[in-house]
């Protein structure tokens, strides 16, 4: 219930195309959905959120797909770039206590040139 | 923008010894702070959470004795490795938030911990 399921675990994308991450959760309570990106030996920085009652959020290049009815949400980087390359993860909390966060596994996203 | 700070951002310790690690929060004040464990190409596992002016809440299967959390102030949590081990050795992250729903979460740049 309170896990938060990402894919693919690894992505290779060319240069200037679209690399997309999934994610699906259980638990109907989850209320807050951001990205985090994440550099190796850095802590992860907050790319975009999105909360439920909307189904798209754009942010220059980063979009979230949101379909709650699905209970899935996915990450869209347009024209993606080398600098791009990061592991990304989602991640979940509940209305009342957002700053908790629930983790999927995470995606390695390699852009090669 | 909210920054997190947190040292060292690397340490080697021998087995046995202490390792205490400083969490801060340069720009807000936060009651509450979270304190993360990642393993190499691993997801963020949440140790605990860090309240301020009282005891820290553990995830299960985290041994409180062996990780001592303390936010004395509304700007700094630490994180006590007790006894540290090898399998100790690993990266950990804390994190902390502005006042405010959806206020979104900030991480430090975490602390390499190698015990050797």
């Known amino acids: 219930q309170q896990q938060v399921k990402q894919s693919p675990q690894s992505l290779i994308v060319q240069k200037g195309g679209i690399s997309i991450i999934n994610c699906a959760y259980e638990?109907?309570?989850?209320?807050?959905f951001p990205w985090y990106q994440q550099f190796p030996g850095k802590g992860p920085a907050l790319l975009i959120a999105?909360?439920?009652?909307?189904s798209e959020k754009k942010e220059g290049r980063f979009t979230i797909s949101f379909n709650k009815s699905a209970k899935q949400f996915s990450l869209h980087i347009m024209d993606s770039q080398p600098g791009d390359s990061a592991t990304y993860f989602c991640?979940?909390?509940?209305?009342?206590?957002?700053?908790?966060?629930?983790f999927g596994t995470g995606t390695r996203l390699q852009v090669f040139p | 923008g909210a920054v997190v700070s947190q040292h060292p951002s690397r340490v080697i310790c021998k087995s046995g010894t202490s390792v205490k690690i400083e969490c801060r929060s340069l720009d807000f004040q936060a009651t509450t702070m979270f304190w993360y464990r990642q393993f190499p190409k691993q997801s963020l596992m949440l140790m605990a959470t860090?309240?301020?002016?009282?005891?820290?809440?553990?995830e299960q299967g985290v041994e409180k004795d062996k990780f001592l959390i303390n936010h004395a102030s509304l700007t700094l949590s630490t994180l006590t490795v007790t006894s540290a081990h090898p399998e100790d050795s690993s990266f950990y992250i804390c994190s902390a938030s502005p006042a405010g729903e959806y206020s979104p979460l900030h991480f430090g740049n975490g602390t390499r911990l190698t015990v050797t």
């Open positions: 860090s309240n301020e002016g009282s005891k820290a809440t553990y």
């Open positions: 638990n109907t309570a989850f209320d807050y």
């Open positions: 991640a979940a909390s509940y209305r009342y206590n957002t700053d908790k966060l629930i």
């Open positions: 999105i909360r439920p009652d909307v």
